[in-house]
């Protein structure tokens, strides 16, 4: 999860953490950043599979997981990113290609 101050690395919780939200303290995520996070520098496709697919086990299994999705729900999509409140979130390109205009 991330805070409205942004990714917060070194996090006890993790990366994008919601250091503001009471159901933080029992969220079963914490202390495992980057585990969550989206596809880390030089990853490899099929590390970044097998590490979303851990996140997402232990999504599964957190207690406060209905009010983390509640929460990621009402963040901005392009702050949603990695794995958040049980789902995989694929980074938006905040450059998106533009249209060449018809000559
Ligand atoms: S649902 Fe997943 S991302 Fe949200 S607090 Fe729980 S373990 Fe962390």
Do not use: H
Not at 86 to 100: F, L
């Amino acid at each position: 999860m991330r805070g409205k101050s942004g990714p917060q690395p070194g996090s006890r919780f993790r990366t994008y953490a919601a250091p503001d939200q009471e159901w933080a303290e029992d969220a079963a995520c914490q202390g495992m950043a980057p585990a969550f996070d989206g596809p880390l520098p030089g990853e490899k496709t099929e590390a970044t599979d097998a590490r979303v697919a851990g996140a997402l086990a232990v999504c599964g299994v957190c207690r406060v997981r209905m009010a983390c999705r509640e929460w990621t729900m009402d963040q901005p999509r392009k702050e949603r990113q990695g794995v958040m409140g049980g789902q995989w979130w694929p980074i938006v390109n905040p450059y998106p290609a533009t249209k060449k205009s018809a000559a």
